[in-house]
């Protein structure tokens, strides 16, 4: 046995050595097929990459199963319980190796020349300690407290680093603005952070708020667990020990004491999202186009070296020793092309992570490493798809002619030769325009949704809701529609702010609304309810009225009045004019307020991240009498010349305006449609940049072909000259 291995390991030696001799040989061969395998194994690696990256996400922590995060929302009787008392309740639990806690608020950021109200969290000096959290630039804070003391270091996250800074790697003199005062930043934090961990700004907490607390703000508690110690068996104690505790300290409260535990990980994505699975597509076929030029080389190599293979059949030699010959040569050219591959992918690496501004919606952070996964895939995809595109070449390669190879040396090739590869060249043509056509699409479907007409200006609004989750109790207390109405003066005035109006929704009586006809008659529209608004709403929203009027002040405090948009007038109406008629917010036979119809506005299509909105659904802005509908959510437009500074100023605002017993969501209608946007972009640039490849990578097998082809008809041609054919005429016929 052991003689039959070590003579299988020389004859695999001898190999290697007679393949590495014939690639000097040929050097031309060598450079096309390493790298265009090359270049493509590196466009698949890197789409391979960024999926990899999102699909397993390295938690840049210590021992993060290890890591929980831990809360009590009891209030107790005089619902003031701090965060301090819970923590400290919790904090010398025998299962926890360490505690740390760490404070939330939103705040006004100004990084370089990008403003925006993000959220800003505060850690206390043992976070760093306890989570092993290590920077993706820069530096922690230090364990000692001297930050938090000196209060002049700040770090920020992965993507406030890429969208203000561009990216840069020298973070001296950088500084960031929280709420007017300066902060140095020392460091990045790394991406894919627990969503509960994922803030903008990073502060160092004073070691006295640690120890004191403050009750206004809003803490999460992490601990780490002992050693055999789990996060469920950590709830329970905590529930039989500390529950108890603050219970009898505080008294019961609206909401009870009870310790909630669970890991501070976020789960793993389900799967890959459509836009991963269509670019890991596109890299293959890249990769499908570069190894049909490995494939045609080896062929056309293979019908050059006829004759070689041609006398080694003569001495002796059988048609398996020539096709791992080939094959050996094509997985030695593989090997080089996936080092090339590798190469190309760390550089591609780098461009997305230091040069893309922002995330694209679908790919994550686009923070991407090289790992053993990555590596082994290049590899082992270098590996398989030689040997599934070379090994036909090299078993036809091996069935030679001998009388005709050893009789013809340099002679013409024939047509069925042609044949052999000529497939394989149509193929890779048609896989490249299969890429044209895709980035057409894409950037003609990008260009249409840029375009899109929706009845109103969606761009510059920004709309802000409020909730009460308690009750206002006393005097001075507002109410959430109220607050609106509060936040909607003080937006106004702030520059850059072209118009505010408070909405929200009311509801009919009954299942629909109905017309009441100057004849008695009447037209039913199935609504459960509309859309109620101040006096402003249709200004704010550049909303176009066709007929009657816009909305005025004495609306609100008359008996109110609607604007229907075309949809809605046609299905009430039928054709009558609409304007002065009354519409009953309601069933017939219901007693529900009936109000003038003083508009007819254009339609309104929403903005649709998935199929274009082709017909508009019926719909009716009311201006309520007084007491019949609340409106807490205000529509803000801003300007365009300022748009970002004032989106941050109308945030840091309201955040700063609204009362503790209220929750505030500020967003942009059009957000969602614009990253909608820029994922297509981003894609459409992607096909754009790989049907160029693919159309670079067909051009060499192409003329490869025309090469090989020609050199093999030279005889022919040199006859046709001597017959009196002409250049011109030589030249069409290649």
């Known amino acids: 046995m052991r003689p039959l291995v070590l003579s299988g390991m020389a004859s695999l030696g001898n190999d290697l050595a007679f393949a590495v001799r014939s690639l000097k040989r040929s050097p031309g061969f060598v450079i096309l097929v390493v790298l265009s395998l090359g270049i493509a194994l590196g466009v698949t690696t890197t789409m391979f990459g960024l999926v990899d990256t999102a699909l397993n996400p390295v938690v840049p922590m210590r021992e993060v199963d290890r890591l929980v995060v831990f809360a009590n929302n009891g209030d107790g009787v005089t619902r003031d319980a701090s965060w301090h008392v819970k923590f400290d309740a919790a904090r010398q639990a025998p299962m926890f190796a360490a505690t740390a806690v760490t404070t939330d608020r939103y705040a006004f950021l100004r990084l370089g020349n990008h403003t925006d109200s993000r959220r800003v969290t505060s850690v206390s000096p043992q976070f760093f300690d306890l989570t092993g959290l290590v920077p993706f630039l820069g530096r922690n804070f230090a364990a ?14 992965f993507d406030l680093w890429r969208k203000a800074l561009g990216g840069r790697t020298d973070l001296r003199g950088a500084s960031v603005t929280v709420d007017d005062r300066s902060y140095e930043v020392v460091g990045v934090l790394p991406p894919y952070l627990p969503m509960i961990l994922a803030a903008a700004v990073y502060l160092p907490m004073p070691a006295s708020v640690a120890a004191v607390g403050d009750s206004s703000a809003r803490a999460n ?97 059988g048609r398996g020793s020539v096709v791992r010959q080939v094959l050996i040569e094509a997985l030695l050219c593989a090997l080089a092309g996936a080092l090339v591959g590798v190469l190309v992918a760390q550089g591609a690496f780098g461009l997305l992570t230091y040069h893309i501004s922002r995330d694209v919606p679908g790919l994550g952070a686009m923070a991407v490493s090289l790992n053993w996964r990555i590596f082994g895939f290049t590899l082992g995809l270098a590996t398989v798809t030689t040997l599934a595109f070379a090994i036909v070449p090299a078993w036809r390669t091996s069935r030679v002619d001998l009388t005709n190879a050893l009789k013809a040396g340099a002679g013409t090739t024939t047509g069925r030769n042609r044949s052999r590869f000529s497939v394989l060249v149509v193929v890779e043509v048609t896989l490249t325009m299969t890429l044209m056509l895709g980035a057409s699409l894409l950037m003609k479907a990008v260009r249409e949704m840029r ?12 709309d802000v809701s409020v909730y009460l989750w308690r009750r206002p109790v006393g005097e001075g207390q507002l109410s959430a529609d109220s607050l609106v109405r509060v936040l909607r003066e003080q937006v106004l005035a702030l520059p850059g702010v072209l118009g505010a109006s408070a909405h929200g929704t009311g509801a009919t009586q009954g299942a629909g609304v109905t017309s009441i006809l100057p004849g008695g008659g009447a037209h039913w529209l199935y609504r459960t309810g509309y859309t109620a608004v101040g ?79 082709e017909s508009a659904e019926p719909d009716l802005l009311v201006v309520p009498p007084p007491g019949l ?104 016929i290649v």
């Open 535 to 613: 006096p402003d709403y249709p200004r704010t929203m550049g909303l176009a009225i066709t007929e009657g009027r816009d909305f005025v002040e004495g609306d609100a405090t008359g008996r109110g009045a609607v604007i229907l948009n075309a949809a809605a007038a046609r299905a009430l109406f039928r054709g009558e004019p609409a304007v002065g008629q009354l519409v009953k917010l309601g069933e017939h036979g219901t007693n529900a307020p009936s109000v003038p119809v003083v508009g007819v506005s254009r339609d309104v299509f929403p903005p649709s991240t998935v199929m274009p909105v």
């Open 221 to 317: 508690f992490i601990a780490r667990l002992s050693p055999g110690a789990s996060w469920g068996g950590a709830q329970a104690t905590l529930r039989t020990m500390a529950d108890p505790v603050l219970t009898a300290r505080l008294g019961t409260g609206r909401r009870p004491f009870r310790y909630v535990v669970r890991p501070l990980a976020d789960g793993r994505p389900d799967g890959m999202t459509d836009l991963q699975q269509i670019l890991l597509a596109a890299g293959v076929l890249v990769l499908v186009i570069a190894c049909g030029n490995m494939a045609n080389l080896v062929l056309a190599r293979g019908l050059v070296r006829e004759r070689e293979f041609a006398l080694r059949f003569a001495l002796g030699a």
């Open 144 to 157: 000692d407290g001297s930050d938090g003391v000196a209060g002049s270091s700040a770090m920020v996250s």
């Open 629 to 732: 509908a609340r409106l807490v959510h205000l529509r803000v437009r801003v300007s365009e010349a300022r748009r970002a500074e004032t989106e941050a100023e109308v945030e840091s605002l309201v955040q700063a305006t609204m009362p503790p017993q209220a929750s505030v969501a500020v967003t942009r209608p059009m957000e969602e449609f614009n990253e909608a946007i820029l994922a297509r972009e981003f894609v459409g640039r992607l096909f754009v940049l790989f049907a160029l490849i693919g159309c670079g990578l067909a051009a060499v097998g192409l003329y490869c072909l025309l090469a090989f082809v020609v050199a093999q008809r030279r005889r022919e041609f040199a006859v046709r000259i001597a017959l009196g054919a002409t250049r011109r005429q030589v030249t069409r």
């Open 451 to 462: 375009s899109t007409e929706f009845g109103f200006n969606p761009r510059g609004l920004v």
